[in-house]
């Protein structure tokens, strides 16, 4: 059965274009008002949605996104906000996909964190800190459940790391554009393109390129060689910097429509 993730990204292939995926963490910019945020990145023009599971401890993310997550967590945000959230993009139409550090779904269980996410109409997980060689007990239940597993590489990985991970992700692969945490770079690293050319020897999955891009014109050249173009720590800053949840959404939503026509104006023959 061909996922939901799935389906989205081949009809943005059709379309000649790359997807855009936005990411924003759960309880954020409030937990009143995060729903509101997420469907205003989707109504800007953003194909997927990628919903963060606030950890306290978390191992990826820069020092933008760790202050939105500070943020979600003092209003005493929880795995069932997250749910709610997933809940509020799926209603759009638009897949959800969570991205959780492994302890949290450990904590539940895998079992039960799929059937809630299922339940909320969730596509599937982004996983940044789980190896694939130790994954099945997450692999196993997702695939039951119609979930995807997202898998992450990055340009140091080797070429039996990227066959690992290409072999256990579904719906797509997740490309570091580099080696470090999540934030906004005033360029991207010149090896992005190198290594979806490597996952892509090893796969037909989609492979999307995050981390570090934030502006129209960096979204045009990730968009240039890869499925799709995943930005974060942009969006984060819209909200961070707006006077009110409102300003935020009319941001994000501006953010999302620059970030499209830049993507847009990519070639869609080098994809």
Do not use: H
């Amino acid at each position: 059965m061909v996922s939901v993730l799935s389906e989205r990204l081949a009809a943005v292939r059709g379309a000649g274009r790359a997807a855009l995926v936005g990411y924003l963490p759960a309880g954020f910019p409030s937990r009143a008002d995060s729903a509101a945020a997420l469907q205003a990145m989707v109504e800007g023009g953003v194909d997927v949605v990628e919903i963060g599971l606030p950890y306290s401890d978390p191992v990826l993310d820069g020092p933008v996104i760790q202050e939105a997550v500070d943020r979600a967590l003092s209003d005493g945000t929880t795995p069932l906000d997250v749910f709610a959230d997933v809940a509020a993009v799926a209603a759009t139409g638009t897949p959800a996909l969570v991205m959780t550090y492994w302890n949290p779904i450990e904590r539940i269980g895998p079992q039960r964190f799929a059937e809630m996410l299922v339940e909320a109409g969730g596509a599937g997980v982004i996983l940044p800190d789980l190896p694939p060689e130790e994954a099945s007990a997450w692999t196993s239940v997702a695939a039951s459940a119609g979930l995807d597993s997202v898998f992450l590489v990055a340009p140091s990985s080797s070429e039996d790391r990227i066959a690992k991970v290409a072999a256990a992700s579904s719906g797509f692969v997740y490309a570091a554009s580099l080696m470090g945490v999540t934030g906004v770079r005033s360029s991207l690293s010149g090896t992005a393109a190198a290594l979806v050319e490597r996952v892509r020897a090893r796969t037909e999955l989609p492979v999307c390129v995050g981390l570090g891009v934030s502006t129209p014109e960096q979204a045009r050249e990730v968009a240039g060689y890869a499925d799709g173009v995943i930005v974060g720590s942009a969006f984060v800053r819209r909200f961070l910097d707006a006077p009110d949840a409102e300003a935020g959404r009319t941001a994000a939503r501006e953010l999302a429509g620059a970030l499209r026509e830049g993507i847009a104006s990519a070639s869609a023959g080098t994809r």
